[in-house]
């Protein structure tokens, strides 16, 4: 029991769950119980056909898990392919695109990204899920950083503090009022991406400085592509722009790889 709190994707997976059940069954917030389902059984699938490919004796379906229900939360689309599609691309992208041991992109995040360019018919969740909910799971994402033992909580502050800080100096600079600023931050996707995309422990910097570098940088890629470029999915896209950045950044500021807790051999995929 002691084993289970600790690991932060336990909680990761109930925080993300609770979210898809709200929207299944009291607020409707897009997302299908099909295509949801699709999304998730897709992810542990490859999942469990790309260990065995490699050779990995235990198959961790917890990994695969966090990125169905985040691309449950997330991802739209008008075809029931492409939710299996998305799964079946994050899943393989951890395993094919690696570098000492970490893999480049997060997975649900690469996946977006792909589908977005490359087919019509898919889109990105608005995350307008009401004040009330949005405040809540703030609430509840802000505890499950407290008793993780990923040590990668920082990440997500430092976004959310950079992306804040430049929303509510563009509001400054053209006179808006403050509630405009207010209004962007609350929006359940970029809780989604703060807590469970840029944070992703696999992908971020293993440094506190590299990681604060990082996500000042996909703030401003983001805020540049959003008023300059009138880009709607920017943040996804400057996640898996600068990602390939984390390789240069642990290269020239060293700290230690992180690691999940100990677990059977082989269950760090």
Do not use: E
């Not at 056909?49 to 991802?75: E, F, M, N, Q």
């Not at 990105?124 to 609430?139: D, F, K, N, R």
């Not at 809780?191 to 992703?200: E, K, R, T, V, Y």
């Not at 790889?257 to 059977?264: D, V």
């Amino acid at each position: 029991m002691r084993r289970w709190w600790s690991d932060a994707r336990h909680f990761q997976i109930v925080a993300l769950a609770s979210l898809l059940l709200i929207n299944l069954f009291w607020i409707d917030f897009g997302a299908r119980p099909l295509y949801s389902a699709l999304a998730i059984l897709s992810t542990v699938a490859t999942q469990l056909v790309c260990s065995r490919l490699v050779g990995l004796p235990y198959v961790d379906l917890r990994s695969p898990l966090i990125t169905g229900l985040s691309l449950s939360l997330l991802l739209r689309a008008d075809q029931m392919w492409l939710p299996a599609a998305a799964g079946v691309i994050a899943i393989a992208s951890k395993f094919i695109f690696r570098v000492d041991g970490k893999h480049i992109w997060n997975p649900a995040g690469f996946a977006i990204v792909v589908l977005l360019f490359t087919v019509h018919g898919v889109w990105i969740s608005p995350g307008q899920w009401g004040t009330s909910l949005w405040l809540a799971s703030l609430l509840v994402f802000l505890a499950v950083l407290v008793l993780q033992a990923a040590q990668r909580s920082d990440m997500a502050l430092f976004f959310l503090g950079c992306h804040g800080a430049l929303l509510l100096a563009r509001a400054f600079w053209l006179g808006d009022p403050l509630a405009i600023p207010l209004h962007q931050m609350q929006s359940g996707s970029l809780l989604i991406f703060a807590f469970f995309m840029i944070s992703d422990p696999r992908t971020s910097p293993d440094s506190r400085l590299g990681r604060f570098l990082f996500a000042l940088s996909v703030a401003l890629l983001a805020h540049y592509l959003t008023f300059f470029m009138q880009m709607r999915p920017a943040l996804y896209v400057a996640l898996i722009a600068l990602s390939p950045v984390t390789l240069l950044i642990d290269r020239l500021i060293p700290a230690q790889k992180f690691q999940w807790t100990p677990s059977p051999q082989g269950a760090s995929q």
